[in-house]
């Protein structure tokens, strides 16, 4: 898949970071191929986001970090952003699923005859 150098790296790193203040961080993630999709995803136990805000800000920051203080939280969302445009570039779709104080999920997919995961 183009950019999944780059992408998974991406999701993960998120997962850390908005991991890092629990006492107990999980994170995990996984690769699969759902209806002829390649598909990734990356979840956390972390500070998540409320997914109402992220309607606003996906838009153009794909992780809401608008919903997170500076002084919580360092970065801005363009990294995932930057995912976010290579991914529909080659036909695919990202995506995010979180609740505050209860972690988040983010998957991106596209089509496995774009390359691989």
């Given at each position: 898949?183009?950019?999944?150098?780059?992408?998974?790296?991406?999701?993960?790193?998120?997962?850390?970071?908005?991991?890092?203040?629990?006492?107990?961080?999980?994170?995990?993630g996984d690769r699969m191929?759902?209806?002829?999709?390649?598909?990734?995803?990356?979840?956390?136990?972390?500070?998540?986001?409320?997914?109402?805000?992220?309607?606003?800000?996906?838009?153009?920051?794909?992780?809401?970090?608008?919903?997170?203080?500076?002084?919580?939280?360092?970065?801005?969302g363009v990294g995932l952003?930057?995912?976010?445009?290579?991914?529909?570039?080659?036909?695919?779709?990202v995506s995010a699923e979180?609740?505050?104080?209860?972690?988040?999920?983010?998957?991106?997919?596209?089509?496995?005859?774009?390359?691989?995961?």
């Amino acid at each position: 898949m183009a950019g999944g150098i780059a992408v998974s790296p991406t999701l993960l790193s998120n997962a850390v970071q908005y991991s890092r203040g629990r006492k107990r961080a999980v994170i995990e993630g996984d690769r699969m191929t759902i209806d002829g999709e390649a598909a990734i995803y990356a979840r956390d136990n972390g500070a998540g986001f409320d997914a109402k805000v992220c309607g606003k800000v996906c838009g153009k920051l794909f992780y809401p970090a608008a919903s997170h203080t500076a002084e919580q939280f360092e970065g801005t969302g363009v990294g995932l952003a930057t995912v976010q445009r290579m991914i529909r570039k080659h036909g695919g779709r990202v995506s995010a699923e979180a609740e505050p104080d209860k972690g988040a999920t983010g998957r991106r997919a596209q089509p496995e005859t774009t390359g691989t995961v």
